[in-house]
């Protein structure tokens, strides 16, 4: 039985598989236009629910434990990729948001 959204089940599946291929030591069997496939859409769909359905939450579970060194490594190559600097990424901090 598939997700009403289409999105959901698919999501979990490749969730499941990425952790198993973190847990196994197996990542360099995760191509890496995997990944940006990941990081994209998840980042669209993150700023869509943020911006356009004014709807915040985290951006990651508290249970997946994302260290700070995993968040910063991202944000940073994130950053270089959309060509942004500290400077952009102040103004943004600043935005408020509603819990």
Request: aromatic content about 8%; proline content about 5%.
């Amino acid at each position: 039985m598939s997700s009403p959204d289409g999105v959901s089940d698919p999501a979990a599946a490749a969730f499941d598989a990425a952790l198993k291929a973190l847990t196994d030591g197996k990542t360099e069997d995760v191509s890496a236009e995997t990944v940006q496939k990941l990081l994209t859409a998840g980042a669209k769909l993150y700023c869509r629910k943020l911006t356009e359905e004014d709807s915040y939450f985290p951006p990651f579970r508290a249970e997946d434990g994302v260290t700070a060194t995993e968040a910063v490594v991202a944000i940073a190559e994130m950053m270089r990729a959309a060509d942004l600097n500290t400077f952009d990424l102040a103004m943004w901090m600043s935005r408020p948001h509603s819990e």
